[in-house]
């Protein structure tokens, strides 16, 4: 299917979603996941009217910015090496996968503006999967004070493929309530307003339990 059938097909889903918990669509972000098809898949994307595109690796970013440029909203959604950061940080609009002191101290002496970060959460504590422990989140929010160009936009994670939807539900409303405690707390460099959760097999659940943006690739693009 096309990419614009696929993202009506979204769109759709999204709706209904939103009305079953009283949202509004306005309040959701579809970040287009283009880690995995071609330049001409990622156009076919923006034509269709997706702004926000996401990679989760540096050369394919890269590959893709040369084509496509400032024509979308760059999104960092995979583990990122300090290493890394200077070659992307002029191009990306958000980072989903803020984890550890060192890749903060690096944005933070190479981004010329603050960067909005998602800090990654491993709420499903799998060891497969990167990001900090729910306990850890607090303390980590507030050593980004000292950080100025690192903006504590929200919080990010990914919840286990297979799970069902109770313990779906269960990991999502679990990052919402330590997002609500951080928000609350009406910190200037962490407004900590967004949820980064949910993708193609779990968007709809996710919107339900408080996502405000959703990363979705295999769906949408194929």
């Known amino acids: 299917m096309s990419v614009v059938e696929n993202l009506e097909k979204i769109k759709q889903n999204i709706a209904e979603s939103c009305y079953n918990c009283g949202r509004s669509t306005e309040d959701i ?9 071609s330049v001409e898949r990622a156009q076919e994307a923006i034509d269709a009217g997706i702004v926000n595109l996401g990679e989760n690796r540096k050369e394919e ?15 960092f959604i995979g583990s990122l ?3 890394k950061v200077k070659e992307v940080i002029d191009k ?14 690096e944005i933070n002496k190479r981004a ?16 497969s999967k990167h990001g900090l422990a729910p306990e850890e989140v607090e303390d980590f929010v507030h050593l980004m004070e000292s ?12 919840a ?45 659940l996710a919107i339900e339990e408080g996502a405000t943006h959703i990363r979705i690739g295999s769906s949408l693009v194929g």
């Open 29 to 37: 972000t579809i970040i287009g996941v283009t880690k995995y098809v």
């Open 61 to 75: 970013l890269l590959e893709k910015y040369e084509a496509i440029g400032s024509r979308a909203n760059w999104h």
């Open 81 to 83: 090496q300090s290493r």
């Open 92 to 105: 990306i609009t958000m980072i989903h996968s803020l984890d550890r002191k060192s890749l903060a101290k």
């Open 112 to 127: 010329s503006a603050p960067v909005p970060c998602f800090i990654q959460v491993n709420v499903s504590q799998e060891e």
């Open 147 to 158: 950080y100025e160009n690192v903006k504590v936009a929200g919080l990010m994670t990914m």
């Open 160 to 204: 286990p493929h297979d799970a069902d939807d109770e313990r779906l539900r269960g990991i999502f409303r679990q990052l919402r309530a330590l997002r609500d405690k951080i928000r609350d707390k009406h910190l200037p460099y962490a407004p900590c307003e967004y949820l980064s959760m949910g993708m193609s097999n779990d968007y709809r």
